[in-house]
């Protein structure tokens, strides 16, 4: 089998990639090298020039890959073949596949002397176009620099409403962007994000800091979990006692090759500047601060800032924001910069629908997109997005 060309396999649900998978599992010469539920993950593979076979459908259909590559402006190249997996081949899909430069169509469930003849084809049509073009595939892949914006969201004092903020901005960088965004869920002991999510992944930061001496990028995109909004997640451990075996150099490989493959990264903290905070503060784009209107929270957020000052942490990095800025508790906006020093860059109203759509594993953002947190979440995310 040649290593250096991916097979890589696409659709909508893991049951139809299983389906998918089985099928080729007692092929020999045939690997699936990564997996996917979401067909962003072809704009990535396209733009990164990766030398790959890619499987797609047959619940994505042309009409899903003609739509990305129109949207996205891409086209298939010299590296990337596709093969279209189908229910319904037709003569029209067939002209249509040409059009766009589908490698190949098979109908579905194909046969193994098909796909086997397909992927031996498209192997040897790589092949040959890169030695025309003199492409050679260095054995060893040089370190990749960082590619994605990354956004600390932070707060040295609970229930603030951080991993809230997190969430839910994710979904809306993606929304507005419809690029790749990956939320990591820093909190080792107590992480939220899937339950505010409603996710059940497979995976955890701890699956991979247990194998980070041979992680990549390729890898690593394995192990994220998609979610139904469009982003991808990769949570806390579901044991907080396996926090103790993920040091912060397993955690600083995995954001870092994470940077790699997305482009926005958020990031829902700890609540302390421990190490791994520390450790990644100087490859983040932007600190949110969080706080809420109560004392200790200020006092917190005020001690907070003090540390970034001495740590000589870039002031136009730092973004205030104050959540639950509605509520009534004898303390004023205005009394609080003057506590600080700083303006409140972006306030956040409380709501009951807050705790109504965490309860319900159905993020604000998309369920009531007019409320007034979701306007608020709105300005931030726009704000973030047009920064460089």
Known sequence: MDNT????LIDKTEESIEKVSSLLKNISDIEINQTSTSIDDLEFIILEKIPSIVLIGPLYTLVDIENLLKTKG???????KLILLTNEPSS??????IKLNIFDVLDFPFSYEDIIESINRARSN???GMAEKGIVLEKESKPKSKVSKNIMIFSSKGGTGRSFIATNLSIDIYNQTKKRVVLVDLNYQSGDIA???GAVPKHTFFDIASIVNQLDAEMLSSFLTPDS?????????????QSESINTKATIKILDTLSQICDYMVI????????????????TDFLCMVASMDVLSIKNLKVSLEVLEQLKFPKEKILLIMNRANSKVGLTTDEIESTLL?????TISSDRLVPLTINKGNPIINSYPKSAVSKSINSLTKYLIASK
């Not at 060309?5 to 890589?8: C, Q, Y």
């Not at 909004?229 to 006692?241: E, H, N």
């Not at 700083?342 to 972006?346: A, H, P, Q, S, V």
């Open 229 to 241: 909004s469009g982003i991808k997640i990769l949570p806390a451990p579901v044991d907080p006692a």
């Open 195 to 197: 339950l505010i999510l």
């Open 5 to 8: 060309i991916l097979i890589s």
């Open 92 to 97: 029209s899909i067939f002209k249509k596949a």
């Open 126 to 128: 790589i092949k040959e």
């Open 74 to 80: 891409l086209s298939l190249g010299l590296l990337v």
């Open 268 to 283: 829902d903290s700890q609540s302390n500047f421990c190490e791994n905070t520390l450790a990644f503060l100087e490859k």
């Open 342 to 346: 700083r303006k409140i860059d972006f």
